[in-house]
């Protein structure tokens, strides 16, 4: 997990302003609008691998507390400029006290964690999240496979774990109750995936 970790931080790091400067698909705020609905205003949530912070800042102005975290410290030096709150942190190790918020969004940031660390993930999310807290979870998936992907443009090249749809749910149940699943045709990695689209319960 640290040579992964250190793999991604080093290649985020130097995309940073590039994904700063991308304008969002619209699929993409759909999803986010969607998850937004189902909160209420002055609740708490924290994003998982925040990148630049276009979603905390859109949850943010939408009158929700947000926490944005990321490994990259290119990512969280954009985050601040944008006036969020922002740490470097790593999804399996993180520092805030048992059930600090009211949800959770992570898009397309847990496909970077290997097969045999995500149920530790999954527990600390679980852990940080109140009872009957909202998680969105957003990855690529419909294969079984992980590993470095040899086609990536960014160097160095990065990790992805892919599952099919019956495995995360698989999953998911362990550590939530599954409120949404949908599956979303979408050009990606190839036109290989599809995107796991998922509202989980605490």
């Known amino acids: 997990m640290e040579s992964i970790k250190k793999l991604h931080v080093s290649s985020y790091n130097q995309q940073a302003e590039a994904r700063n400067a991308l304008t969002l698909p619209e699929w993409k705020k759909r999803e986010r609008q969607n998850f937004y609905?189902?909160?209420?205003?002055?609740?708490?949530?924290?994003e998982l691998g925040a990148g630049p912070g276009h979603d905390s800042l859109f949850f943010k102005d939408n009158g929700i507390q947000t926490m944005s975290i990321d490994l990259s410290p290119e990512m969280?030096?954009?985050?601040?400029?944008?006036?969020?709150?922002?740490?470097?942190?790593?999804?399996?190790?993180?520092?805030?006290?048992?059930?600090?918020?009211?949800a959770i969004w992570a898009l397309?940031?847990?496909?970077?964690?290997?097969k045999n660390e995500i149920r530790n993930v999954l527990s600390e999310i679980k852990r940080v999240l109140?009872?009957?807290?909202?998680?969105?979870?957003?990855?690529?998936?419909?294969?079984?496979?992980?590993?470095?992907w040899e086609e990536d443009t960014y160097e160095p090249k990065r990790f992805f774990s892919f599952y099919k749809d019956e495995q995360i749910q698989t999953i998911l149940k362990e550590f939530f109750e599954i409120e949404y699943f949908?599956?979303?045709?979408?050009?990606?990695?190839?036109?290989?995936l599809s995107f796991q689209s998922i509202i989980l319960r605490n």
């Open 37 to 46: 609905e189902k909160l209420v205003k002055g609740q708490s949530l924290l």
């Open 76 to 102: 969280i030096r954009l985050c601040k400029e944008k006036g969020l709150d922002a740490k470097v942190m790593s999804f399996e190790k993180l520092d805030f006290p048992d059930q600090s918020f009211d």
């Open 108 to 114: 397309n940031c847990l496909l970077h964690v290997p």
């Open 130 to 148: 109140k009872p009957s807290g909202l998680f969105y979870m957003g990855v690529y998936g419909g294969q079984d496979s992980e590993g470095i």
């Open 182 to 192: 949908q599956v979303l045709p979408v050009e990606a990695f190839g036109g290989n």
